[in-house]
């Protein structure tokens, strides 16, 4: 009888065993570095993001460049089931992975997914160019040509196309789920990479996406909320995510109804990409010159920077901080004093907030005792408002050296 102990070392880590290629050409199918890992698993295979079964197993989600056409397939050495004689069974890891792919959308077989690749020079984007840009390969020297197009629900095969493009979140986005593309209210800005094959014809391929969720605000406005952002590994780190934000910022300014903008639940390098763009256009605006930031954090700034670029105005103060902190003298005492007071003051308004309602209840007679055990001691505030003004001085000091670089 054989026991499942006996196979632990065929307990394999998902995210090391699965990897992705974007196949512009049948060449690219025996290119090794291609390929790219999930960041991460668990979405698919669980917690512990493993994968039981097999030895020497590869498992390879390739989709078409543009179009996203999926084939999914196994390669591996040795099963459990034969090594068991049939006793223990390996996981299902196509049946697994193909659960969360939009139905009927992926080929387990390679000549189907081949006669789609045939067929994927015809690949065009979809809905209305925003913006192109042109960056160089450090690797080849060779210049590269992204494009940035609108899209919504007034496109059917758009969000058929979607919904293969979206299989990526649940490899590569901490708890990203699926949007639903049957909500009018989403707003999709896609980037495709413009180049040549090997006849010269020019070809898409697809490069990655944000979603936006237009809210409804009284009477006739809209909040548009960044939901996602995903720029498909092999394209991250060219400066794409920030000139996605960028045209998002530029279709949205221009819309009267807008009030404003904001992002769910950012990941800390979207939120730094996000400042250094907020940070780059506010430092033309009159109330964020010089002598204004020294006035210190004025309602004239944040009518200015919803007006003109429709930041919210929580988004407005952290800008403001960083563009002060850039104009500041660090080796001038009282310079240097003036700005770190401001900042803690801001950072601790929670904590006072908290002090003053205690306060107001013992006026009231109100038994405190078990909030003022809740709350830290004199001491212990001090120190930790230390480390958190630390932590964002760091943050901001990246940013001010970017901004510098730009
Ligand atoms: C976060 C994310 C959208 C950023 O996209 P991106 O295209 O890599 O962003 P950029 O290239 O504009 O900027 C990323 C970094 O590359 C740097 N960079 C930009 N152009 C560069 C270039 N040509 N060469 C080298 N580095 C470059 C930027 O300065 C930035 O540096 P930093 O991380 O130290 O601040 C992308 O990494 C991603 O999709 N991550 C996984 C999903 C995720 O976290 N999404 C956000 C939350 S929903």
Known sequence: MAHIQEYQDLVLDAVEVV????????????????????????????????????RGLKVQILYTAGP??????????????????????????????????????YFVNMDEFLKTLDKADKFQPFGEKLAEYKTKDDESDNERHFEIYYCNFKYPSFLKFFSRLQTFVLWFVDAASYIDVDDPQWSYFICYEKYKNDNGEELFATVGYSTIYEYYAYPQHIRPRISQMLILPPFQKLGIGTKMVETIYKYYHNQKNVIDITVEDPSEEFQRMRNFVDCRLCMELKTFQREE??????????????????????????????????????????????????????????????????????????????????????????????????????????????????
């Open 293 to 406: 930031i020294k006035k210190g954090f004025t309602k004239d700034k944040v009518k200015e920077a919803r007006e003109t670029y429709k930041l919210n105005p929580r988004q407005c103060r952290k800008v403001y901080e960083i563009l002060r902190l850039y104009h500041t003298n660090i080796h001038d005492k009282d310079d240097y004093t003036a700005y770190r007071l401001d900042v803690k003051k801001r950072l601790n308004a929670v904590y006072h907030k908290q002090l003053s309602d205690i306060k107001k209840m013992e006026k009231a007679k109100l038994d405190t005792e078990w909030l003022r055990a809740r709350l830290p001691t004199i001491k212990q505030r001090i120190e930790q408002l230390q480390e958190e003004y630390e932590h964002v001085e760091k943050d901001y000091k990246q940013i001010i050296q970017k901004l510098r670089d730009a």
């Open 68 to 105: 996203l056409h999926i084939y999914l397939g196994l390669e591996y050495d040795k099963k459990v089931d034969e090594l068991s004689n049939g006793e223990i069974k390996a996981d299902d890891v196509v049946a697994t992975i193909a659960e969360k792919l939009p139905d009927g959308c």
């Open 19 to 54: 990897e992705f290629k974007l196949i512009r050409s049948k060449n690219d199918l025996e290119k090794d570095d291609m390929a790219f890992h999930p960041m991460m698993a668990h979405q698919i295979f669980g917690e512990s993001e493993s994968i039981f079964g097999y």
